[in-house]
């Protein structure tokens, strides 16, 4: 077990809804990473969050979003949705934002689209 | 653009033998290269990194080598046990403000009794 915890743990929804991913960190990480990853596009890198700040965007597309609370959890927003975008959604978190810090894993989040 | 190759895609390998994955990078500014283990239904898990400072780290079973020349990696799994069965993704990131980590495909592995 990571530490890392991310709600729910499956969803099931139809092509143009709008559904919210939620991520709890590890105790005392300040950084949250949110990763898609599918078949054909393998495992990368959305967008992350520093003490409630965005720092880094990846390849995130316009009808996604994200924050990071006060409370350091943070919510994916998923809008608009497609086909394609049926994926497992990882959370990550890290004590800071040092390259050689390490990125611990949530369970992720099984979103299929119908 | 796929700033990390990673092969093969799968591998089999039998109990005992030495299981090996190599990944190749283009960006050079990588400066930090860790391999992650995945099993079904889990999110990846860090299983050993490196940094471009060292040819070679090992950690028990596990070890990666490094040629910085080549722009290449790979993870050698001695003595593979079933309970490598997994898919194991190589990764490379640098020192950026957002520290993120740019994965190879993943290779899954299989390993027979």
Same mark, same amino acid.
């Given at each position: 077990?990571?530490?890392?915890?991310?709600?729910?743990?499956?969803?099931?929804?139809?092509?143009?809804?709008?559904?919210? /991913?939620?991520?709890?960190?590890?105790?005392?990480?300040?950084?949250? *990473? =949110? *990763?898609?990853?599918?078949?054909?596009?393998?495992?990368?890198? /959305?967008?992350?969050?520093?003490?409630? +700040?965005?720092?880094?965007?990846?390849?995130? /597309?316009?009808?996604?979003?994200?924050?990071?609370?006060?409370?350091?959890?943070?919510?994916?927003?998923?809008?608009?949705?497609? /086909?394609?975008?049926?994926?497992? @959604?990882?959370?990550?978190?890290?004590?800071?934002?040092?390259? @050689?810090?390490?990125?611990?894993?949530?369970?992720?989040?099984?979103?299929?689209?119908? | 653009?796929?700033?990390?190759?990673?092969?093969?895609?799968?591998?089999?390998?039998?109990?005992?033998?030495?299981?090996?994955?190599?990944?190749?990078? +283009?960006?050079?500014?990588?400066? *930090?290269?860790? =391999? @992650?283990?995945?099993?079904?239904?889990?999110?990846?898990?860090?299983?050993?990194?490196?940094?471009?400072?060292?040819? +070679?780290? %090992?950690?028990?079973?596990?070890?990666?080598?490094?040629? %910085?020349?080549?722009?290449?990696?790979?993870?050698?799994?001695?003595?593979?046990?079933?309970?490598?069965?997994?898919? *194991?993704?190589?990764?490379? %990131? @640098?020192?950026?403000? !957002?520290?993120?980590?740019?994965? !190879?495909?993943?290779?899954?592995?299989?390993?027979?009794?």
């Amino acid at each position: 077990d990571s530490g890392v915890t991310q709600t729910p743990k499956h969803l099931i929804t139809a092509t143009g809804q709008r559904v919210t /991913l939620r991520c709890s960190p590890r105790s005392g990480d300040l950084s949250v *990473y =949110w *990763y898609q990853q599918s078949l054909d596009q393998g495992l990368q890198f /959305l967008i992350q969050y520093y003490n409630g +700040e965005e720092r880094a965007k990846g390849n995130i /597309l316009e009808r996604f979003s994200a924050q990071q609370f006060p409370d350091l959890h943070s919510e994916l927003n998923l809008s608009s949705l497609e /086909l394609g975008d049926s994926a497992l @959604y990882f959370c990550a978190s890290s004590v800071a934002v040092n390259s @050689y810090n390490e990125q611990f894993f949530g369970p992720g989040t099984r979103l299929t689209v119908l | 653009q796929q700033q990390v190759k990673q092969s093969p895609q799968s591998l089999i390998v039998q109990k005992g033998g030495i299981s090996i994955i190599n990944c190749a990078y +283009e960006n050079t500014a990588f400066d *930090y290269f860790p =391999w @992650y283990q995945q099993f079904p239904g889990k999110g990846p898990a860090l299983l050993i990194a490196i940094r471009p400072d060292v040819s +070679e780290k %090992k950690e028990g079973r596990f070890t990666i080598s490094f040629n %910085k020349s080549a722009k290449q990696f790979s993870l050698h799994i001695m003595d593979s046990q079933p309970g490598d069965s997994a898919t *194991y993704f190589c990764a490379a %990131k @640098y020192d950026n403000a !957002g520290n993120m980590l740019t994965f !190879g495909g993943g290779t899954r592995l299989m390993v027979k009794p």
